[in-house]
């Protein structure tokens, strides 16, 4: 499940600093979302999700915000740790398409 | 482990051939997806199974095919190969048709890496 070598970008912070990754979706239906973690030679994992009835939710050191109004959503990873290097994929769906779109990607570094 | 096995895992072969990639889903689950992700794409979807049935199809090429058989594990077929269908095959699953019952979306395996040359 390697996504290295993949056109994308990054973002690099320190260990300890929060990390924000950013995602723009399109399409005004979408209804349901998601934040995958893909680490190489693995498959993408899930993170987190978010319905559109909601702005805010948190997990554990993560917490994803949702502006319905602009079609923005992030990912937001409190003090950020090297375990978290990673590409982070957004995808999304709405109620009527069985499938989940995936954004392109950002590479998460994590520096020491 | 995941729970969604893909085989193999690594596969070379050249232009013109066909190959299959096999997938079997998470217990339990209905749905099986299949995406692929190369350099300059990202991860798009190819098709989706649910139970048996054809339920969903994105950009999948012609060339391409797939199924779900009784025991619900899936098969991609990809046929006439070419250079430009190197890339990493996933296959993801879920347990309803629209994936966001309590698993919380979909479950992916570790992928299928597929060189053509």
């Known amino acids: 499940g390697e996504s290295v070598g993949l056109h994308l970008p990054t973002l690099s912070v320190q260990e300890g600093d929060n990390s924000i990754i950013n995602c723009a979706y399109s399409?005004?239906?979408?209804?349901?979302f998601i934040w995958y973690k893909q680490e190489s030679g693995k498959g993408p994992q899930f993170i987190i999700d978010?319905?559109?009835?909601?702005d805010k939710r948190q997990g554990q050191r993560v917490t994803v915000l949702l502006n319905k109004t602009v079609k923005h959503l992030s990912l937001q990873i409190a003090a950020t740790q090297p375990g978290d290097s990673a590409v982070y994929f957004c995808?999304?769906?709405?109620?009527?398409?069985?499938?989940?779109?995936f954004g392109s990607g950002t590479r998460l570094q994590v520096q020491p | 482990d995941s729970g969604v096995t893909q085989t193999p895992k690594h596969l070379i072969t050249a232009t013109g051939q066909r190959v299959t990639l096999r997938c079997s889903p998470r217990s339990g689950d209905l749905s099986v997806y299949w995406y692929q992700q190369s350099l300059d794409q990202g991860l798009q979807f190819l098709i989706q199974?649910?139970?048996?049935?054809?339920?969903a199809k994105g950009n999948i090429l012609e060339r391409f095919s797939a199924q779900q058989f009784p025991d619900l594990h899936s098969e991609l077929n990809l046929s006439s190969l070419e250079l430009g269908d190197s890339a990493l095959y996933f296959c993801?699953?879920?347990?309803?048709?629209?994936?966001?019952?309590?698993?919380?979306?979909?479950?992916f395996g570790s992928g299928t890496r597929l060189t053509v040359v």
């Open positions: 399409n005004s239906a979408s209804d349901y």
């Open positions: 993801a699953s879920s347990e309803t048709t629209l994936g966001t019952g309590k698993s919380h979306g979909y479950t």
């Open positions: 199974y649910y139970n048996g049935e054809e339920r």
């Open positions: 995808a999304e769906k709405d109620m009527g398409r069985r499938a989940l779109t």
């Open positions: 978010i319905r559109s009835n909601m």
